[in-house]
């Protein structure tokens, strides 16, 4: 599975944003996918992921501002973004794995290249 990030950009404090991620492969549907990201100096950490049924789990601080979605017929994972703040200012990265979803890193195999995101205040 190849994916390809895209999405990113400069907001403001308050603003929206999508992410996509397109993934290659006939497979996609049977894939559980995250969205991570990275700030510089961090760790990378799970922003939302979305099961190969569609159920979905989130980061607290994210919670109500950020909603994960997916299109199988488009091979697509989206990551609607509203509400940014600053400190969601990263590199957000997609992750797919064929073992369902996990909060750590280590759960996925496949990683996009990342997209940055800036929020400024």
């Known amino acids: 599975v190849q994916l390809q990030a895209s999405g990113g950009g400069l907001v403001q404090a308050g603003g929206s944003l999508r992410l996509s991620c397109a993934a290659s492969g006939r497979t996609f549907s049977s894939y559980a996918m995250g969205w991570f990201r990275q700030a510089p100096g961090k760790q990378r950490e799970l922003v939302a992921a979305?099961?190969?049924?569609?159920?979905?789990n989130y980061a607290d601080s994210v919670k109500g501002r950020f909603t994960i979605s997916r299109d199988n017929a488009k091979n697509t994972v989206y990551l609607q973004m509203s509400t940014l703040k600053p400190e969601n200012t990263a590199v957000y990265y997609c992750a797919a794995s064929p073992r369902g979803t996990s909060i750590f890193v280590v759960g996925y195999d496949y990683w996009g290249q990342g997209t940055q995101v800036t929020v400024s205040s």
């Open positions: 979305i099961t190969s049924g569609g159920s979905t």
